[in-house]
């Protein structure tokens, strides 16, 4: 596992505790999990992802990713409406690991509350958080 | 140090089963044909089952083959502990294998079986002395059918109240298949955090219980092998809300003859007679976890249920409150007998005796290793301690490479990523009948393994070196899994 300097954490995306991601993308939020996230579990070999159309509340589970040490369930960082998914991660889970906020995205969704965006941390905050 | 336990030798090769025999080879003789001949029904014959063509001896050495690429407790001490299964005396395949037991018919009647029906009716009542419980059933099959069973009993007995609830609350330090079990009977599973010292507090409980919420399951002692302290205090919470409580009996080991679950306030639980009551089971069965449950929760065990007729033993359905049957038949009878044989074996200071010998011996290793191996929580364990790579990392070593690195010393790795709590888990529990001996062995390794870790990492990224298979690449095994036959 790599140092946390070792890490990028861009500047684009907000960060929730649960270690996802959040970037505004237009009327939508692009949503996946970090480069924390992703080193921790180690090597991805299994995303489940929820059925667009599902709307979901903060917190909620939104599907599970699965390591070669563990399976861990992904939260969501604001609630809305899922309107795509990345269903080129069920052949290629790897990506998750290989590019977490670009090619490794999860879902596309249309917030219920843009404004839920400010309740998540920037990326000094989520540093902060990680060295705690 | 003496020598190391783990060496080289000659291995033999064995190649899949399918690669073996010729057309034509058999192991059997069919006696000729003495009624006409009869042709199967079309639709029942195939011809796309890929039989292999051996002969007796290709079978017996495929398999003698296979078996001596395994790892035993017979061959060595391994860390996983009763978690995976302790070492089973011998004593209980003689009293397994007695005729009148191994032989007896499922189907007989009451008055021709007297004596299995004797040992089962015993064995409840041992298993309710154990934990402090009223009465119990054998029936569940496995740890996580106890579970199920423990948590239909809930739902039955809220039911019969004339209540319907729908969420249980979970802590994070349960076992992984608590909240399967709820849900699969309709509850939605509340997590609960553990404290700072790594057990449930009394506040997290009370933040979250209420009068839709069925109970909590709780694992006692904790996936940390950590004693829930509050275990009473908590109980007095979810009953004064009208909830149950569940303990999850797993790890029981660390407390036969010495906890009383009744009186901490515990409702119902389940054992694993695979694990703690040393019953063999490998390659996933036969397992077997009774339920076990207080007073007002005895109407709802699963039926039929053995009772005492006219001083004499037989099998009743008549409990009409009851979650109805769970197995065909009785449950894995032959797990009761090598059970009860442990129990009557050892008799109630020697139960007592191996779970404070389990906890002495975790407890040493914990204390041997700390300095070596970063301590999540650091106070007095149960029969397991958890450690993590945490002080390792600075070396880019992770718990797999030390994990695998083990295999090289000639033991099997410790329970590893598990409990999820704990960022890079190693778990090790030596179970009670490890002498100083072997646990000082089994604590050097670990000690030179950390110590290769600073000086020469490489050692353990590349382990292991000596097993007969070096390091599998798991990602590819998970992600393009290649299975034959």
């Given at each position: 596992m790599k140092d946390i300097s070792e890490l990028q954490f861009p500047e684009t995306v907000r960060y929730a505790a649960d270690h996802e991601w959040a970037r505004p993308d237009g009327d939508s939020v692009v949503i996946g999990i970090t480069d924390y996230a992703q080193d921790q579990l180690g090597d991805i070999v299994y995303v489940e992802l929820p059925k667009i159309g599902?709307?979901?509340?903060?917190?909620?589970?939104?599907?599970?990713?699965?390591?070669?040490?563990?399976?861990?369930?992904?939260?969501?960082?604001?609630?809305?409406?899922?309107?795509?998914?990345?269903?080129?991660?069920?052949?290629?889970?790897?990506?998750?690991?290989?590019?977490?906020y670009h090619d490794g995205w999860m879902i596309r969704i249309v917030p219920a509350q843009i404004s839920d965006m400010d309740l998540l941390m920037d990326q000094a905050a989520y540093i902060t958080m990680l060295k705690g | 140090?003496?020598?190391?336990?783990?060496?080289?030798?000659?291995?033999?090769?064995?190649?899949?089963?399918?690669?073996?025999?010729?057309?034509?080879?058999?192991?059997?003789?069919?006696?000729?044909?003495?009624?006409?001949?009869?042709?199967?029904?079309?639709?029942?014959?195939?011809?796309?089952?890929?039989?292999?063509?051996?002969?007796?001896?290709?079978?017996?050495?495929?398999?003698?083959?296979?078996?001596?690429?395994?790892?035993?407790?017979?061959?060595?001490?391994?860390?996983?502990?009763?978690?995976?299964?302790?070492?089973?005396?011998?004593?209980?395949?003689?009293?397994?294998?007695l005729v009148g037991l191994s032989d007896a018919h499922p189907l007989l009647p009451a008055p021709l079986c007297q004596g299995a029906l004797k040992l089962m009716a015993n064995l409840e009542a041992d298993l309710a002395e154990i934990t402090g419980m009223n009465a119990v059933s054998l029936q569940p099959a496995a740890g996580a059918h106890g579970e199920l069973a423990g948590m239909l009993i809930i739902h039955a007995c809220l039911e019969h109240r004339g209540e319907r609830r729908s969420k249980i609350i979970i802590p994070d330090t349960a076992h992984g298949t608590n909240p399967a079990s709820a849900a699969l009977c309709g509850y939605r599973p509340v997590p609960v955090k553990s404290g700072p010292n790594g057990i449930l507090s009394p506040d997290a409980v009370k933040a979250v219980m209420d009068r839709d919420t069925a109970g909590i399951m709780i694992t006692n002692p904790n996936t940390l092998g950590l004693f829930e302290e509050n275990i009473r205090e908590i109980s007095e919470i979810v009953h004064f809300m009208g909830g149950l409580v569940y303990a999850d009996g797993a790890n029981f080991n660390a407390v036969m003859g010495v906890v009383n679950m009744g009186c901490a306030g515990v409702d119902v639980m389940h054992l694993n007679l695979h694990k703690t009551f040393s019953t063999p089971h490998g390659g996933g069965g036969p397992g077997s976890g009774p339920v076990c449950v207080q007073k007002h929760l005895e109407p709802f065990l699963p039926v039929p249920r053995i009772v005492m007729q006219n001083g004499a033993y037989g099998l009743s359905r008549d409990f009409p409150l009851s979650i109805g049957r769970l197995v065909t038949f009785y449950g894995h009878f032959s797990v009761m007998?090598?059970?009860?044989?442990?129990?009557?074996?050892?008799?109630?200071?020697?139960?007592?005796?191996?779970?404070?010998?389990?906890?002495?011996?975790?407890?040493?290793?914990?204390?041997?290793?700390?300095?070596?191996?970063?301590?999540?929580?650091?106070?007095?364990?149960?029969?397991?301690c958890v450690f993590s790579d945490k002080k390792q990392q600075a070396h880019k070593i992770s718990t797999l490479d030390i994990a695998k690195r083990l295999m090289d010393y000639g033991y099997h790795p410790p329970t590893i990523y598990f409990p999820l709590v704990v960022p890079g888990a190693l778990m090790i529990e030596p179970t009670e009948t490890e002498s100083r001996d072997e646990i000082d062995q089994f604590v050097d390794a670990l000690i030179a393994i950390a110590k290769e870790a600073e000086e020469n990492p490489d050692l353990l990224h590349d382990a292991p070196k000596t097993p007969k298979m070096r390091r599998l690449n798991e990602v590819e095994a998970a992600r393009k899994p290649c299975l034959a036959g």
């Open positions: 599902e709307t979901l509340a903060p917190g909620e589970v939104f599907g599970t990713v699965e390591s070669v040490k563990a399976v861990s369930e992904l939260f969501m960082p604001i609630g809305g409406e899922v309107i795509a998914i990345n269903s080129a991660l069920m052949d290629s889970p790897d990506q998750v690991n290989a590019d977490p | 140090m003496s020598d190391k336990l783990g060496t080289t030798g000659l291995i033999l090769n064995e190649p899949l089963v399918w690669e073996r025999g010729k057309p034509g080879r058999t192991g059997f003789s069919m006696p000729s044909e003495d009624v006409p001949f009869s042709p199967l029904a079309e639709e029942l014959v195939r011809n796309d089952l890929d039989w292999p063509d051996l002969s007796e001896v290709d079978v017996v050495r495929h398999y003698t083959r296979l078996s001596t690429w395994n790892v035993s407790v017979d061959a060595g001490m391994y860390p996983l502990g009763s978690c995976t299964m302790k070492y089973n005396p011998k004593t209980n395949e003689r009293q397994a294998g007998v090598r059970a009860f044989s442990y129990i009557r074996s050892l008799g109630p200071e020697g139960l007592a005796r191996a779970s404070q010998l389990a906890v002495l011996n975790a407890n040493y290793i914990r204390e041997r290793l700390k300095a070596f191996y970063h301590l999540a929580y650091d106070r007095p364990c149960m029969h397991e």
